[in-house]
C-alpha cells in the first residue's frame, strides 16, 4: 500500500493542525494505521493508532486528550486532529500501515508515507 501523508505547516502554540494520509494500492480498510513522528536529533516515536475497523484507538501519553486518530474507509485515508499545539509537537509527522499489527513500536509498520512537516511556533 502506498501512503502520502499531508497537512503539516507552521502553526502558533494552542493552535489546530489536521493532518491527512491518504492510501493507494491495496485494500485500505485491512491494515492498522499509525502516526508517529520524528523531531530532529531524535528516534522516531509513537503518536496514536487505530485499528482496521476503527474500534481500537490509543494514543501516546503525550498527545492524549488533545490529538484525535480517525479514520475514512471509504475515503482511503485516515487523520489526525490535532489540538492545543505545543512547541514541543513540531516534528515530522509519518503515517504508517500494516496488517497485523497497530502497536507503539514503529518497526512492525510495513508501510510508510514521506511525512509531513509539522512547525509550533511559542
Known amino acids: 500500500v502506498q501512503l502520502q501523508a499531508s497537512g503539516g505547516g507552521l502553526v502558533q502554540a494552542g493552535g489546530s493542525l489536521r493532518l491527512s494520509c491518504g492510501a493507494s494500492?491495496?485494500?485500505?480498510?485491512?491494515?492498522?494505521l499509525g502516526w508517529f513522528r520524528q523531531a530532529p536529533g531524535k528516534e522516531r516515536e509513537f503518536v496514536a493508532a487505530?485499528?482496521?475497523?476503527?474500534?481500537?484507538?490509543f494514543y501516546a501519553d503525550s498527545v492524549k486528550g488533545r490529538f484525535i486518530i480517525s479514520r475514512d474507509n471509504a475515503k482511503n485515508t485516515v487523520y489526525l486532529q490535532m489540538n492545543s499545539l505545543k512547541p514541543e509537537d513540531t516534528a515530522v509527522y509519518y503515517c504508517?500501515?500494516?496488517?497485523?499489527?497497530?502497536?507503539?513500536?514503529?518497526?512492525?509498520?510495513?508501510?510508510w508515507g514521506q511525512g509531513t512537516l509539522v512547525t509550533v511556533s511559542s
Open positions: 504508517a500501515a500494516d496488517k497485523s499489527y497497530y502497536g507503539m513500536a514503529p518497526k512492525p509498520y510495513d508501510y
Open positions: 494500492g491495496r485494500t485500505f480498510s485491512d491494515y492498522n
Open positions: 487505530v485499528s482496521w475497523s476503527g474500534g481500537i484507538r
